[in-house]
């Protein structure tokens, strides 16, 4: 990955105006909000004027007590500030998947097997929300995003869905922690598929997902193919999962 580093807004400005000319436009900018002269938000707003930097995606870093408005909707993300450095890596990785995720043509998918079913999305960054509803969609889903455990619980209480996709780490509740109440709700009754969200497939966290009661799971950044290949696996007859996970006991 090639970085270049600037001091201030009218310089990010040049650099950026300079490799657009040459073909070289980055595919990422990380713009604090907060500097002297031309402040963050500024510096987006002319950005998203310059139909020549219309290519670079924009990751505002914002400190926990400023509001994150104001920046006009330009951004594909923003973070607080201090960002941990597996959070920011993982932004940078979604906020350029995001581009692809959406080009590649959809595989076939029978109406019968995804057409006007309904997916619940449980997944605190909007970037991957928006990837994910992407991805949906294209494969003929439904969509409903919640940005934690605890509303992907309310949600599953009051709609029924063919499946869930639940992140790992959220704000207020968990993944696995929600994962284990949807499966407590359901009782011995009709079980959904779950699918794991997670940054990584280290050793041990196939058995966290499977503790859990959920049924599959997919590393991030999801691609296409495989959400396409693990949804058809877990979801059978009326949103049955076709292979389940042993539920937590």
Do not use: W
Not at 22 to 28: A, F, I, K, M, R
Not at 175 to 203: D, F, H, K, Q, W
């Amino acid at each position: 990955m090639i970085t270049t580093v600037v001091a201030d807004g009218p310089a990010a400005l040049e650099v950026l105006r300079r490799a657009a000319a040459s073909g070289t436009l980055p595919e990422v900018a990380l713009i604090d909000r907060i500097m002297p002269g031309m402040d963050g938000v500024e510096l987006v707003r002319v950005i998203a004027a310059d139909r020549a930097l219309d290519g670079v995606r924009i990751v505002m870093l914002t400190p926990a007590a400023v509001s994150r408005g104001g920046a006009s909707g330009r951004p594909s993300a923003s973070l607080s500030k201090p960002v941990p450095e597996s959070r920011l890596l993982d932004t940078i990785v979604t906020v350029l998947a995001f581009r692809l995720a959406v080009l590649p043509p959809a595989p076939a998918v029978p109406p019968e097997d995804g057409a006007g079913r309904r997916v619940l999305v449980a997944e605190d960054n909007a970037v991957n929300q928006l990837v994910a509803t992407a991805m949906l969609s294209r494969l003929g889903y439904q969509v409903e995003v919640v940005a934690n455990g605890r509303e992907a619980v309310r949600a599953f209480e009051r709609t029924s869905y063919v499946a869930v996709l639940m992140d790992c780490r959220m704000p207020e509740m968990n993944g696995y922690e929600a994962s284990m109440e949807i499966r407590r709700i359901e009782g011995s009754g009709r079980r959904v598929p779950i699918v794991a969200l997670t940054a990584s497939a280290m050793n041990g966290d196939e058995e966290r997902c499977r503790a859990a009661g959920m049924d599959d799971f997919v590393t991030k950044p999801v691609t296409l193919d495989r959400l396409a290949s693990v949804l058809g696996a877990v979801i059978g007859g009326h949103g049955q999962p076709a292979h389940g996970m042993p539920r937590a006991g």
